[in-house]
């Protein structure tokens, strides 16, 4: 159901007054993405990840309590990193990666999965 007239001008009068008291905020919301927070999420978990892992060989040996500390970390990581990729799903992806050289997943390889294909092809043929 859209808005009334009413309603979209009493928005834009919210909106300019948020924009003249605090246009920091403003600038922050905007950029900020749920896409973009996950993928800040999965980078600080797989960065906890191997701060678990490097606990998790370091003190096993030594100190029990402290490795099975270390391997829990790698565990709640892993939990935060599936969450992450779940909420990112293949759209959030795509758009997380348009900035890149070929402006999808795909083009991250540089079409490297063609030419795998391309060359099998040309193999079986005559």
Same mark, same amino acid.
């Given at each position: ?46 960065? #906890?990840f191997v701060a678990g892992l490097v606990l998790l060989v370091m003190t096993f040996t030594q100190v029990l309590l ?35 050289? %070929? ?7 540089? %079409? ?12 079986? #043929?005559?």
């Amino acid at each position: 159901m859209p808005l009334s007239e009413d309603e979209q001008r009493i928005l834009q009068e919210i909106e300019a007054n948020l924009s003249a008291t605090d246009p920091k905020l403003v600038q922050q919301v905007s950029d900020t993405t749920l896409y973009r927070h996950a993928a800040r999420m999965i980078k600080w978990s797989i960065l #906890g990840f191997v701060a678990g892992l490097v606990l998790l060989v370091m003190t096993f040996t030594q100190v029990l309590l402290l490795g099975v500390f270390g391997f829990l970390i790698m565990l709640f990581c892993l939990l935060v990193i599936e969450r992450n990729v779940r909420k990112i799903g293949r759209a959030g992806l795509e758009s997380l990666t348009s900035g890149s050289r %070929g402006g999808s997943v795909k083009g991250m390889f540089g %079409g490297a999965g063609q030419r795998w294909r391309d060359r099998i092809q040309g193999d079986d #043929g005559p």
